[in-house]
């Protein structure tokens, strides 16, 4: 599949059963993500008030050996491809990489609630299946990041200290997350175009619904390119 065929596969609307996509539990370490000239770890916990970042706080407080970010070696290599791809002087920013589960659960469960409190009237299923199409439900499918997958990214430019503008934040349960979201300026979605573009190139699959989100080895990835199985399960640290 050449870079062409990845964006236009990225641009798919496809109702697709990941479940199907059964894994062969491959062995691939989770290893720790340092930061490089091209690379800027900056874990979503270091961000004030940010949601999902607050529960990895929590998180680590109670573990506080899980002191990083983290991800599958494999993984790690085509993200090192990725931000080498990017501009000079731009670095790829590591907001998150693998998730314990008790996290993605968590995550899950405040996804819905919050939109039950935005969305008075609406029943818990239905709540729950709009958290679904951000979170990964752990007891339907292998969720990305719980499986050391998934990598949550944005770009820095390293020489005025300034993020670039993809026309939402991250983490945002709204449809201006998802990749190709119409409503934005032509600057935003030219960067949000970069930034999928080294992605894809790298071999990483990306995310309908999340900008920020590329994935190796998961079940979206074993769609994204074909293949029968996904790699990896769940893992913890």
């Not at 818990?124 to 292998?142: C, G, K, Y």
């Amino acid at each position: 599949m050449n870079l062409e065929e990845k964006l236009q596969r990225s641009k798919s609307n496809e109702s697709v059963d990941f479940s199907k996509y059964q894994s062969i539990n491959k062995q691939d370490p989770l290893v720790k993500i340092v930061s490089t000239d091209k690379i800027l770890v900056a874990p979503n916990w270091t961000i004030p008030g940010d949601f999902e970042g607050g529960m990895y706080a929590d998180y680590i407080a109670k573990h506080p050996e899980y002191d990083g970010v983290y991800m599958r070696s494999e993984l790690l290599k085509r993200v090192e491809l990725a931000a080498k791809s990017l501009p000079d002087l731009y670095q790829l920013v590591i907001r998150a990489g693998h998730r314990p589960i008790a996290v993605q659960r968590r995550l899950l469960k405040e996804c819905a609630a919050d939109y039950k409190r935005d969305n008075p009237g609406v029943s818990d299923e239905e709540a729950l299946e709009h958290a679904r199409d951000f979170v990964s439900d752990p007891d339907i499918t292998l969720p990305p990041h719980v499986c050391g997958a998934a990598v949550d990214v944005e770009i820095i430019d390293s020489s005025t200290g300034e993020y670039l503008d993809f026309g939402s934040g991250m983490d945002e349960d709204n449809e201006r997350s998802f990749l190709y979201y119409l409503n934005l300026t032509e600057k935003q979605k030219a960067n949000r175009l970069m930034l999928t573009t080294a992605m894809l190139d790298a071999g990483l699959a990306s995310c309908k619904t999340e900008w920020w989100r590329f994935s190796y080895g998961d079940q979206l990835w074993a769609w994204f390119y074909g293949k029968e199985d996904s790699l990896y399960n769940p893992i913890e640290l």
